[in-house]
């Protein structure tokens, strides 16, 4: 059984940093894109971050760019993001994702395994 488990978030002043981790079990994910998404409340689900599987190209979201990283650890079939400048806007649950080809897609219908999310607040 496929399982992708998100850990990191908390609460963080303005300014501050976050390192999320998401950790994919069941098989492995050496082939597949990963890719990071957000829902903050009263909004839709949208794309942040999002890696290939050689992690040769990545995708950031113009809200995002120079602030957020992403990377991947296929030894341990784990993907991160790397938050710096954290905003007030950037407070939200997010959740990983993986889909069964090699590159990434900005579409969320796109990816076939989400983990549970883990909340983050960045307050001001």
């Known amino acids: 059984q496929v399982q992708l488990v998100e850990s990191g978030g908390g609460l963080v002043q303005a300014g501050g940093s976050l390192r999320l981790s998401c950790a994919a079990s069941?098989?492995?994910?050496?082939?597949?894109?990963m890719g990071w998404f957000r829902q903050a409340p009263g909004k839709e689900r949208e794309i942040v971050a999002a890696?290939?599987?050689?992690?040769?190209?990545?995708y950031y979201a113009d809200s995002v760019k120079g602030r957020f990283t992403i990377s991947r650890l296929n030894a341990k079939n784990t993907v991160y993001l790397q938050m710096n400048s954290l905003k007030p806007e950037d407070t939200a649950v997010y959740y990983c994702?993986?889909?069964?080809?090699?590159?990434?897609?900005?579409?969320?219908?796109?990816?076939?395994?989400w983990g549970q999310g883990t909340q983050v607040t960045v307050s001001s």
């Open positions: 069941g098989r492995s994910f050496s082939s597949s894109a």
């Open positions: 994702a993986t889909r069964e080809a090699m590159n990434w897609s900005i579409r969320e219908e796109s990816y076939d395994y």
């Open positions: 890696i290939n599987w050689s992690r040769s190209i990545t």
